[in-house]
């Protein structure tokens, strides 16, 4: 069993920055992948961005390529997304997750409750 709290949201302008974290729970952070959705109002919740249970590889969706970037500290059972330049259209609510494959919404077991990000044009 896995728990995962994410933090670091919040309001920021176009342009900016911010530095999600996403803290686990249990001894077994180090074998899983992790990866990093988003689910703007009125829309389906989509992948932003995975890394492998290594920190080896790394995936992006194309709207964010370039522009986050995801890690991971192991010792630290913590999983970053710093996101840069950041536009309105990264408003959403951001989710971390934990599971065994990098693909698909449906390879992760767990989740967080989320936190709100909020980029003003």
């Known amino acids: 069993q896995v728990q995962l709290v994410e933090s670091g949201g919040g309001l920021v302008q176009a342009g900016g920055s911010l530095r999600l974290s996403c803290a686990a729970s249990g001894r077994t952070f180090s074998s899983y992948a992790m990866g990093w959705f988003r689910q703007a109002p009125g829309k389906e919740r989509e992948f932003v961005a995975a890394?492998?249970?290594?920190?080896?590889?790394?995936y992006y969706a194309d709207s964010v390529k370039g522009r986050f970037t995801i890690s991971r500290d192991n010792a630290k059972n913590t999983v970053y997304l710093q996101m840069n330049s950041l536009k309105p259209e990264d408003t959403a609510v951001y989710y971390c997750?934990?599971?065994?494959?990098?693909?698909?919404?449906?390879?992760?077991?767990?989740w967080g409750q989320g936190t709100q990000v909020t980029v003003s044009s």
């Open positions: 890394i492998s249970w290594s920190g080896g590889s790394t």
């Open positions: 997750a934990a599971g065994y494959g990098l693909g698909g919404q449906n390879e992760y077991d767990y």
